[in-house]
């Protein structure tokens, strides 16, 4: 059966979806010896695909991670400046395996979901499937009702107008959800509004709530119908 050269990357666990699309762009997939684009497709039980000069195979097994991020990890493989990822935080045996569903900001921590599943990553990731995203925001200021009202409406931030949010008060802290995922999105609304944040944690992606007794750096092994 043949499959998509980008999706077939990315089954095998290599990579995301839109990631083995950039790494195509840029020449380095071969089939068969031949430089891949866009578009071809491969027999996964008979074409040779090469990334960077090694050889993918097909991954029949899928895994599913959540973490609960630290603060000062950044999200990413590796950092030019040299800071803590949170792949430093897995086991070496799954560190090449997976990659992350989305990210969090170095000063954001919380729910991180990840994964070798490309299905699921690009259907989290687009904002036509509209997926929950929920933080709890702690604010130096004491929020006024017509900051939330705001917040509730949709504020203007630099990329644009944002959908409207999900706001709550509890415990007194903010429960924000948003279904999109602008870059540093929660900090830019809530800055929109004359509010500034002290921390910030995801704790909500769809159905997959943070558990309160996942200490701080530590990941669980989940199933994707926890998620979906």
């Known amino acids: 059966m043949l499959e998509r050269v980008q999706k077939f990357i990315s089954s095998a666990g290599v990579a995301s979806r839109r990631k083995a699309e950039e790494f195509i762009k840029s020449g380095q997939v071969f089939i068969n010896g031949r430089k891949a684009k866009l578009g071809d497709k491969v027999n996964p039980k008979a074409d040779v695909v090469k990334v960077y000069g090694k050889i993918i195979k097909a ?5 599913y991670l959540m973490m609960n991020k630290p603060v000062g990890y950044v999200v990413s493989k590796s950092d030019p400046k040299h800071r803590k990822t949170i792949f430093d935080l897995l086991p070496n045996n799954l560190r090449t395996k997976v990659w992350n569903v989305g990210r969090l900001d170095a000063d954001t921590q919380g729910l991180l979901i990840l994964t070798n599943d490309g299905e699921l990553t690009q259907q989290l990731a687009h904002p036509k499937f509209e997926h929950d995203k ?22 203007e931030i630099s990329t644009g107008l944002t959908y409207p949010a999900q706001i709550k008060q509890r415990d007194g802290k903010l429960r924000i959800t948003i279904h999109e995922g602008k870059k540093r999105q929660v900090r830019r609304m809530v800055s929109a509004v004359g509010l500034t944040i002290t921390n910030l944690k995801r704790i909500r992606v769809n159905k997959l709530n943070l558990p309160k007794d996942l200490p701080l750096g530590n990941y669980k092994v989940i199933k994707k119908t926890d998620i979906l």
């Open 134 to 155: 929920e933080y709890e925001v702690t604010t130096q200021e004491e929020p006024a009702e017509s900051q939330l009202e705001k917040l509730r409406s949709g504020v």
């Open 59 to 63: 991954q029949d097994e899928k895994i």
